[in-house]
Each structure stands twice: as C-alpha cells, then as structure tokens.
C-alpha cells in the first residue's frame, strides 16, 4: 500500500507537471502571449520566437510553393508565415513582423531527412501540433517524422531539431526568401560551423542600390556526419552552352570549405544515426560583418543549452511585459493584451552587435553605440501612438530611438522616414521622426541633444530643394497644400501640418517665437483643401481649383487615387489632430462634427486596419455629451478586430501600430493628439492596471488606472487621485505624476 | 669650346641612355624574352607580366566585344588576349597561359576617365604603343589618353596608370571573365582597399561542381575621392517585377562599404586629378582565403615601388633563364629560344600562398607547405617533353612537382590526369602522371617518397573499377586494347601502353621483377592494333574487328572521329615512342619504317600544333644512315613554326609543351621516349649551349653542347669529351655527367 501510495504521488506530480505547470505557473504576463495573432488576415505578424527588440527571430517559412493558399510570388505578400498555409518549406532566421512589403525572410533553415533533396518545393512539407509562446515555437514535421523547436536571443536563433534513426540533413538554403533581393555568399568552416552572407534590401520597391547583406554564422552541436553546398547556377546562354551539359544544373559539392556565391546555393549538414537525436543549430546573425555574427553567438549562447536560452528570453519578455500589470478581464483580455504589448516590443528593432558596431545609413562605415541602435522606424505608423506608448512605459528605450534617429540625421543629412537596417527606403509620405522626437520630448525625454533635433526638424522642413523627406515643399510652403502634381497631395499636407505643428510646439518650449508661430501657422494651412460642400478635405491642382472628377469613396482598400494615400477623403477627413477644434469650426460647429464623424462609420468608410483615421472613435471626446459614443466605439472596434485568433488583428500590425492602438485602448486612455502631450480617456477594459514608470524619467514608480464600476454603461465621472477631472482629455504631465486615474461608470 | 663640349657629352650621354641602353645591356637571357610569341595563331599565351611559376599574371584583355575579331563568346577561345585583336576592356588579375579552354581571365582592372561608365562593351578601347618584356608590360588606352604599366611578383599583379588632368576611374570588373563561372563577392575595405573573390572553374567543361573562388586584396597607392560598387542584377521575373521599376538595371553604390554578390559586379575607384598623376593598383591574389591574398600582398611587395617589383621578378627571369646560356646565333634565334624557355616555366605555377597554405584537391581543407605546391598540369601534353627539360635544368622545380602530384594522390586518391588550381579537370586521356614522375626519378631525381609513388603509379594502372584515371581498363588487360565503346580507343591505348612502359622502368629500377614482366609486357600491347595492310594503327570494335568504314585521314583539326583523341591515325601511327624498335618490326624494317614515317609528312598529315606527332621528326634517328632527315627535318620545322612573331607558335603552347619541344630542338638534342633517361641528337642551332647543372642533384656544374662546324650540313660525328659516341643517342646519366657534348658537322 506504501508503495502504491509512492507511485500515485509521483504519477500525481508528473500529471502535475505535465498539465498543470501552464495553468499553475500562466499568471506571468509572458504567458499569456500568443505569438500566432496577427498570422492571418494579413496582420503580417509570424508565430516564431524572438527577444524584446531583437535582431534575430524565426519563423515558419510556409508562403513558397502552390500548395499554399497564399504563395509568396502569385501576389503581394509581405509575411513569412501564414497561419491558413500548409507546406512548409523551412524556418528564417530574421523577419519583420507587421510590415506591408517582403522583405528578410531568410536564412531557411530546414530538417529533412533520407537523401539529400536540395529543391525547397520537393523537401517541404505539411506540418503539426504547432506550438507558439513567447520566446518558444515548435512544430511537428510531418514528411520527415521531425519534431522542430526554436527560441532565439537578441542576435541569435536556436533551433534544435530532434529526428528518427537514419539519415538526417539539416539544410540551409540560401536562395529561397521572401525579399526581393538575391544573392548569397557561403563557405562551411567545418564539420559544425557555417559562414556567410546573404543580401536583402529593396524594400517596398525602394532604394535598391541600398540593397545590404545579412551575414551569420551557423554553429551545430553535434558535427556532420557529411556536409556539402549546393549551387544552381543561372543557365549560360553564350554559344558555349552546347558543352555545358552540366547548364544549369544543380551541384551538389561534397565536404568542402570553399566561398561559394550565387543566387541559388545552400548547404546540408548530414548525420548517419542509429537512435532518435537531437542537434540544435545556433546561427547569430550581424548587419556588420560575419566576424561580429560569430561573437554576437559566442557572447549571447557560447555554452548555453536551448533551454537556458529559451528561459532566459522567456525572462526578458516577462520582465518587459510586467511593466503594465492587469487585473480582471478575462483570459482572452488578458492575451490580447500581452500579445498587442509584445507585438509593439519588437521594431523598432536593435541593429547593432554585442560589441556596440553597426553599419551607418548608407553603409559608408561601421559605427559603434554604448546604448542601442535602433533599426525598422516605420514612422508613418507609429508616430501615432507606438512610439508615444514607448515614451510611456519604456522611455530608456525611446530615448535611445530618438538617439539612432539623431544618429542617422548626422550619417544621411536627414531624420529618417522609413528606415530599415541602416537603409532609407522613403516608404510612404509626410515627415513623422519630428512628431516623434516632440512628442517625447515635451513628455520629459529629454536627454539627448534636444537643439540638435530641433535643427534636424528645420531642415526637413525647410530646406526647399533636394528634400527626400518633403517633396512639393516649395509649393506647400507657398500655397500651404500640395496640389495634384504630387502623390497622395491631401494626405501628404495634412502629414505636413502635423509635424509642423508639432515642431511648433518645441519651437514654443524652446522660446523661438518666431518659428513657433511659423510652424503654427502652417500647421493649420489644411484648411484650404476644406471642401465645406462637401465637409471633406479635397485634392486641388496645380492652378488652385478643385480636382475634377472627385469620389469622396474612391481609394478605400488601398486603392490607388488622386488626393490621398492609402485611403480616401472619407479616412482622411478628421486627420488633423492638433486642430480638431479648428476642424469643428470648419465643418459648422460641434453636431455638424459629430455628425460627419459618425458617418463615417455608418456609410463603412472607417478602415480599422489603417492608420490614417485610427484616432477616429476617439475624437467624439472634443464634443461634449459625445463622449460616450467614443466609449461605445472603441468597445466595439477592440470586439470586432482584436481577438485571440490568428486573424486577430484588423491587418499588417504596421510595426507594432495596431497593437499600440489595442493597448491603449484596452487601458482607456489614448494619444490624441502626437506631439502634443496629452492623452483623451475612454473606458478602461481592466479593472485595475499598473503602469510601472522608469525612475530615470519619471518621479511616480507607477500609476494606476481603475475601472470603479464594471458594468457596459457610460463614463460618469473620472477622478485623478480623488479629485474629479472636468474633461475627457489629461495631460501627460498630470497622468504621470498622479497616483490613481479612475474612471467611473454609471 | 669648353662649355660645348661638355653640352656634347652630356648630349651623347642622354642618347646613350635613351636609344642604347636597351642594345648594350640587353645581353641578358631576360631581355630576349619577347611576351608577344604565341599571342597570334592561337598560341594562347599572353604578353602581360608573371613572375616564374607566378601565381598572379596580368594580361590585356581584348577578346571581349563585336570590334574584335576574335570574340570570346563567338566562338572556342582560350585566350583573354588575341594580338590581331583592337579592342581592350581591361587587365585580368589571373591567367593560363597556352591551354585550348577557356579559364580565369578574370579580375579585370580597367582605367578610365570622364564619368564612371560599367558596361566594358561602352568603356572599352582601342590602345597602341604595346610593350612587353620579362616581368613588364605597358599599353596606350586611346579613348582616355592613359598610360598602362604592369608588373607582378608571384602572388601580387602591380598596375600603375598614369592619368591626364580630369576625372579618372578605376574599375575593376568582377563579371566580364574568360572562364565561363560566373559569380563575385566583393568588399570595399576603404578608399584604399578592396577585397572579394570571384568564382571561376569547370575547367573545359569540366568538374563543374569543383568550380572555385579566387580570392584577393586590390590595394590602391592613393585614395580614391569617391569609390562604389556596381550591381547589374538578373531580371527578376516574378509578379512583382511590375512594381520593380529598377528592374534588371545597373546599381550604382557610392562608397558602400558592405558585402556585395553576383554575377555581374564591380568596384568604381574615382579621382579628380588637378595634373598628370599616376595611381598605383596592387592585387594580391589566393586560392585560400582573402586574408591570405592580403598577407601576400603585404609581404611579397608591401612597400614597395612599382619600379622595384618590376626590377626584382626580372631579376628572377634573369636568374631562371640563365641557367642555360646560348652563344652563337641570331637575335631572332635568341629570342624564340629565350621566349620559350620563358614559357615552360609559367605552368606548372605555385599554388600555396606566402605562409605556405593551399588548399587540397576538391577543397574539404586547407594545408601546407615548406616548399612549394604547384598546380596546373596540363600532364597529357607536358610529360612529353616539358617535365624532362625540368627534370634536366629546374630539378629542384620537378622535385616539388612531383611532390605536389603525391600530395594530390593523398587528397584524392589518384595521381592527377589534368589538375587545375586543386581542380581534378579529368580533361583528356591516359595516366601520363606516371611517366611524368618515373622520367624525373630515373634521371637522379629522388628526393621524394618513391614507393609511395610506385604504388600510387600501380593503382591507376591496375584498379579495374571506379578509375576515373584510366576509362576502360578491363577491357584494356584483357585484349590488350581499348575497343570503340570508349572515346578515342586507339591514342589510349597507346597512352596507357606508354604510361605502362614508365611503370616497367620503375620496377625495375626497384626490383620488381614480376611487376617488370607484366607492365613490359602491357606496354607493347599496341601492337594488337596494328594494321599490317595499312601500315597504320587501327581501332578495334568490341568483338575484335577492325572499326569499319576506317579513313586514317579523318581526325585531323580536331575533327571528332572513332579511334584516335585530337587527331588521326596518322598522326597517333608513331606515337609509341617506348618501342620504336617494336614498331619498325611491325612495319617490315627499317626503310619501311622510314618510308612510312616521311609518308606523314609527304602527305602533310604531320601536325606541328599538338603533341601525338611532336616527337615524329627525331624518329630518323632510329634508322641508320636517316638521321639526316631528323636534322633537316627539326631545322625545317624550327624555321617554319617557330619565330619571333606573335603567331610564332604553331598553335596552343599547351603549358609550355611547344616551347619545351623547341628549347630541346635549339639545343640539338631531345628526350625522345619520355620515362626512358635517354635523348636523341640533332643539330644544335646554336654554337654553345651551356646548361647549368643544380648541384643538389647533378655531380657536374655545367653540361656544354657545343657545334663545330657551323654549316648547313648534316652530323658527322658527336663526341662526348672527345670521345665519340657510336650512336645519336646518349643516357642522361652520359650526359650530365659529361663536360662537352660536341656535335661535329660536315
């Protein structure tokens, strides 16, 4: 009985662990990410591991063959991972999350087994019992009986691959990716190591002579039986080719240590075994050089198991994630919480390697940073509210954004626009690193070189000729709009204002009164496209009349139109957010605002999956007694689009964007207005949320939003550490520096 | 009068120097080296600089280009410089000299001025004032009014161009090439500096999964004012080329210093010269690594001056080529006696770099030396002639020679057939390795293991399977012959018969007596394929009859036919050259055997440009009372073939096998049956030829043939210090060991 006592509490214990330790030991905020929202409906988000800001990640390659519902090259596909797909062809070791063109993607890892196939859509496969968690993503290999699992540090992917008895390969194409870009360049060190470079660059169709090699190096823990790389080489066509047989023809090159390049080449890592073994792969990654991937590996994973790395990215994410602590809500809050949370922790990105190098914009030479360097600004997003968000609860991390920022003002003449791995692409319109900078500066980030920033915002958005940032400026500047000469010219002078305006407002801190009241007027110079037949913002040519013929709904679901970018008059109508008040003037006074902004919901031209009028719901706030309908809206649109599903996010999560969005929203408080330092407040989705604040920016260690009443009905009242506030709108000065924010239903 | 007269000596001192200099101290051996000889006619060497044995060579290359008469791509060409061509697009950094395929011919250096133009079809130009000498080669580039000189030391290529006022350009071109891989990798270090590889290989369409890299550091003597890399991408086909507006289009990356790839790239170096200026190019060049192609560099010319590697690698020619002195004689004679000396001793070239690394035969490491490791055995051609003057003037060179293909025996478990830069080309037939090393041995040469090399000779004459040495060779033990079902059965049989002879010499020699019976006795099994009627050898088909139709003529120029490799029954009938005795037998006598013999010529099927026949003319010397006809007949052939013209070669060199036939041909004597220490006497062309004896493995310091009577006339009587030799024949051993080979004519 004893002994049948023993067992029963060890059979307990193991059942314990097996099944109980998620449940038991999930209340961490990291446990309730779920890597796999945003995998579908284009959120462009993949499931695979990464750390905070990392440079490394991996993920499920499954967009290339036919077999897939969404193939990489039958369309513009811009992730590698699709959660509706079904034939995988390997794992990339670095990726972008949430982005609208391919790009990196590369780097294929992939485990097959029995003799070496080197073509992707022959050795891919389905797959199963995917497992995704931060920091940890695994995947049962169908074709090959392998069961695949991944973690990552900042600059290094762990994979570790557990296959049957008998031949195993471990491939690492270099051909297959999901940029644009080609070329690779590879040599096998030795039996357990790999070196090489792959290119990438052109993103968004942009700058392809700023196209940028990723290098790495590859380390296997247990050394190949055999190893080899394979080339395909592009066909000759030269008169010679009649004694080429060979033309074309894939090579397979057995055990050699020789450079090879090409477009098309990889290498196989073969094992002969006679039991089920395991062999992780360890491939740091660097921008600068394959000397840096190698001590980016060393440094980072030397001697670790993938359990030890695992645990401690794990670590990293819950560390990170605790900042915003929520109680109540359920577990489905909870996760689509932490993951939007998670989702804007990961661009932008670190660029430099462990010895602080990285290549400067233009990559005429290698710097070096004590802090972090700062890669994949996706600005025309997350001006919006990313990056205030990151001034909120990470400010070390925004100060050392605007740094990198600062860093490339000083490298390219200009702040960046669109940057991505020490590239400019120039991708989409306006000219948001001033928005940025203001905003956390005028938020208290203010330790880096403020009148250099300042001066770096004159520039762009003065200096007439040759301006990457402002084309049309010449005209802007003296008709206050752009006309239909330019692209997308309504969205591009509203984007204008709003930087003007936001330079105003630190030209204003800084006691330049003259630039403070230029900027203050352009800001507001919007207000000449203002079509007041129609109250919508409205393109005009080159000779100042209106545009003709003009559809108000014309360029809805991307759409290419005259006026605007990515949207239409409709999505664009309220994008003024430093002048609402000036925009309810326009329109005829508070209801005629109210009204038009409500239908904009009601005919369906609100695009939750875009930025441009993303501030919508909460803009029923500047109308008193309307303040409910923002309530109501936001509760709606975070019902409707953000769910813990793989389509959880209303599309391309833009950089972390879309998820800024959903946490702010679901902590009932929103930047209005970017630049300006002031958030406007709807209902809460927790009962309780902590703020943890950086002691080095700010003097509070947290604040505390409540909920007092949970029921569906209308904000009654909201109180600042007791004291009852007299509008929907608090600054960031107060929001900071008090205690407890309540929010108080009915 | 006085001031006058000083002014006049002065003058004449000027004159003396300008327009004498090069007659009064032009007595050197390295001064008659005229680069020219073998750049027409398909020669296929080149007239751009090397050091002895270099590993690095620049050429001019003008085989790129409709404007040019002989065009690469229009045809089978081998050569990157033809002299009747007019258009240059550049200098390779790597080059073969005298070889039928094309390979290497890459790293093309190219100066230019005015704006940076990539394509070498708009840069190219026409160019005159050529010079070449030993170690030195200097054009005019009309188009750009530059000046071009260039040197090398044995890993480093030297370039120093000489610009007009303006912009200037250096670019090299990792693209354009004569091999027919394609594939570069290039890094701009700084404005300095540069280093990459460029893949190159399948040497005649060969081994293509053996392709390789070369690698290099261009170091530049001033900084470019601006530098960049050019990209020519392939065309991407997919569906988003409709958003690629750069589609297929050249990117210029302004001084970029990332990792560039592809199969169509270079580098720009630019500078704005206020005046004339010249800019020194140095280009280090390895087969291991980038860091080896750098300390090669740095150590074989680091700080020196173009005017000093020039002087140093002509100093070493001097050195070389002095080791056999000529009096008497033409200059012209001189000069196509210098000239082809200079040219056996380009290949076999070194392929380790300056800290002794090379890598093995298909590159699975890296491994060293304490002496030298050479490469490029074009054996199928060398073994006749090439390596026996080696052996004879260079044994210290054919000692590493043959270490080198022991090496490659330990690598790759064969002794090379047709070795490339570590690549096994398997190009043409036999398994002339053992002939090469058995010729060197019996001649004294014997600092190497020898039974090692025995066993390695035994290998590839007995192993019947998997031989990629010997095709065949079942077939060949066992009738005695190889039948039609392989390629070219007649001449390989013969090879195989001739490489058989070698090994029954060695044997010998070691005292294997049964192993002497049997490869004697293989080696005369040719016989089965004579044809009494023809008086001619003749393929047998698979049952044993003679190959049906059967026309001895065809195969001459190449043309493919069944029997005989690169040539006809003819021209294959005396290639025996182990048993001549054997074959006039078969022929009926002696004045069959000389009827027959001056038949090939009567009827013009002697072929001077290749190698089955070379050994024809001296064949005389096996008739009594006909050696007059091998006089006549190697002076006839010397006059016709040979001269101090660009097309004075009778076709490819084939790594100095042409030019090794007429140095011994000059000198009146010829080793007549390659692996047998003998030689056969004709007329010496010069008065005296003095060749200096290595003491490491001669007794005597010198050997001297001298040529009493300088007539028209034939050989009276040859004595070997002073005694005369009943024969036209005389042992190696006879002869180094003898002080004057006097030839006494008529």
């Known amino acids: 009985m004893f002994l049948n006592k023993r067992i029963t509490i060890k059979t307990a214990c193991i059942f314990y662990m097996l099944f109980f330790s998620i449940s038991i030991f999930a209340q961490q905020p990291a446990d309730f990410v779920n890597p796999f929202i945003g995998t579908s409906n284009y959120g462009a988000t993949f499931p695979g591991p990464i750390a905070p800001r990392g440079m490394a990640s991996i993920s499920p390659f499954n967009v290339a063959g036919k077999q897939n519902k969404l193939e990489k090259d039958s369309q513009w596909l811009s992730n590698p991972y699709v959660n509706e797909n079904t034939f995988l062809t390997g794992f990339s070791q670095v990726n972008i999350s949430g982005v609208g063109c391919p790009e990196l993607g590369v780097l294929i890892l992939m485990p097959t087994t029995g003799a070496v196939e080197t073509n992707h859509l022959k050795y891919g496969s389905a797959y199963r019992n995917e497992v995704a968690k931060a920091a940890y993503y695994s995947v049962d290999i169908d074709k090959y009986n392998v069961k695949a699992e991944f973690t990552a540090s900042k600059r290094v992917g762990v994979s570790k691959f557990t296959f049957p008895k008998g031949q195993s390969n471990i491939l690492l194409n270099l051909g297959l990716g999901l940029t644009n870009e080609e070329g690779a360049m590879v040599k096998v060190v030795s039996s357990t190591e790999i070196e090489g470079m ?12 700023d196209a940028y090699p990723v290098y790495f190096v590859a380390k296997f823990s247990k050394p190949a039986d055999k190893f080899g790389v394979w080339k395909k080489p592009s066909k000759y066509e030269g008169t010679e080719a009649q004694w080429m047989t060979y033309n074309g023809k894939t090579r397979m090159m057995d055990n050699t240590i020789k450079t090879v390049v090409g477009d098309s080449i990889g290498t196989y890592f073969t094992y002969k075994f006679n039991k089920q073994e395991t062999v992780e792969v360890k491939i740091g990654i660097s921008y600068v050089s394959i000397e840096n991937a190698r001590e980016n590996l060393e440094k980072e994973t030397g001697n670790k198991s993938f359990e030890a790395v695992y645990k401690d990215t794990y670590n990293e994410w819950n560390e990170e994630l605790s900042k915003i602590l929520v109680e109540g809500g359920s577990g489905d809050d909870k996760t689509i ?6 989702h804007t922790l990961i661009h932008p990105n670190t660029l430099n390697d462990y010895n602080g190098e990285y290549p400067v914009i233009k990559r005429t030479k290698i710097a070096k940073t004590e802090d972090t360097r700062y890669t994949t600004f996706s600005l025309w997003d997350t001006y919006r509210n990313m990056h205030p968000l990151t001034s909120l609860v990470y400010p070390k991390q925004q100060s050392d954004m605007i740094k990198s920022m600062l860093e490339m003002y000083d490298e390219n003449g200009w702040l960046p626009k669109w940057e991505l791995n020490s590239t400019e692409t120039f991708t989409m319109v306006g000219d948001p690193a001033s928005i940025v900078i203001v905003d956390a500066c005028l938020k208290g980030i203010q330790d880096f070189d403020i009148y250099k920033a300042y001066y770096a915002m004159l520039k762009g958005a003065d200096q007439i000729e040759n301006n990457p940032l402002r084309p049309g400026l010449k005209e802007y500047i003296e008709k206050g709009y752009l006309s239909t000469n330019y ?5 591009t002078t509203q984007e204008y204002n709003t930087s003007d305006y936001a330079i105003s407002l630190l030209a204003k801190a800084l006691g330049k009164k003259d630039d403070y009241n230029r900027f203050t007027k352009r800001s507001l110079s919007y207000r000449k496209l203002y079509d007041s037949d129609l109250k919508l913002l409205r393109p005009r040519t ?10 108000p709904v014309s360029g809805a679901n991307f759409e290419e139109n005259v006026g605007f970018i990515e949207g239409n008059a409709w999505q664009y109508a309220f994008m003024v957010p430093h002048d609402i008040k000036g925009l309810i003037k326009l ?6 605002f109210s009204d038009q902004l409500q239908k904009v919901f009601d005919i369906k031209q609100f695009d939750m999956a875009n930025e441009p009028d993303i501030a919508n719901p909460y803009l029923f706030n500047y109308v008193k007694g309307d303040e409910w309908k923002a309530q109501e809206m936001v509760k709606k649109l975070v019902k409707e689009y953000f769910q813990n599903k793989p389509k959880g996010l209303p599309g391309n999560d833009d950089t972390g964007t879309m998820s800024a969005w959903l946490v702010y929203s679901m902590m009932g408080i929103y930047p209005i207005s970017p630049g300006d330092p002031i958030y406007t407040i709807t209902t809460p989705m927790f009962d309780k949320i902590t703020i943890k604040l950086d002691p080095k920016y700010y003097k509070k260690e947290n604040i505390v939003i409540e909920k007092e009443i949970n029921t569906d009905g209308k904000i009654n009242s909201i109180e600042l550490n007791g004291k009852t506030l007299n509008s929907f709108f608090i600054s960031h000065e107060d929001f900071v520096n008090g205690k407890t924010l309540k929010v108080i239903q009915n």
């Open 337 to 342: 919480f932490y993951t939007a949370l998670y």
């Open 587 to 592: 329109m005829g006074g508070e209801k005629e």
């Open 542 to 551: 080159a000779n100042g009349k209106w545009y003709e013929p003009f559809d």
């Open 487 to 491: 692209r997308g010219p309504v969205s």
């Open 198 to 209: 792959r290119s990438v660059g052109s993103f968004c169709y942009n700058s392809p002579e």
